[in-house]
């Protein structure tokens, strides 16, 4: 069975940081690409920052500079650093795992920051 769980979301005043973890199991993830996705209420869900097995990154052009995606392979987990939070990062945000074939969500972590 696979899963994907995220921790680490929070309420966090603006210019903080948070930082947000995936674990992922129930397969070899190493082959995957794996990252963050957020979804705010009436909003599509949009891409935050993802890394491919080879480490190649992208970022979402409203994050560049301020987040930072990480993973690792033999542990099948991926984490986003956030610092520098803005209240329009406030979203629900989901880790992701992919390939050609096959397309894994998390349940998804609040991330609320204050004015």
């Known amino acids: 069975q696979v899963q994907l769980v995220e921790s680490g979301g929070g309420l966090v005043q603006a210019g903080g940081s948070l930082r947000l973890s995936c674990a992922a199991s129930?397969?070899?993830?190493?082959?995957?690409?794996m990252g963050w996705y957020r979804q705010a209420p009436g909003k599509q869900r949009e891409l935050v920052a993802r890394m491919s097995s080879g480490g190649t990154t992208n970022y979402a052009d409203s994050v560049k500079g301020r987040f930072t995606i990480s993973r690792d392979n033999a542990r099948n987990t991926v984490d986003l650093q956030m610092n520098s939070l803005k209240p329009e990062d406030t979203s629900v945000y989901y880790c992701?795992?992919?390939?050609?074939?096959?397309?894994?969500w998390g349940q998804g972590t609040q991330v609320t920051v204050s004015s």
């Open positions: 129930g397969r070899d993830f190493s082959g995957y690409v």
């Open positions: 992701n795992a992919g390939n050609t074939w096959w397309n894994y």
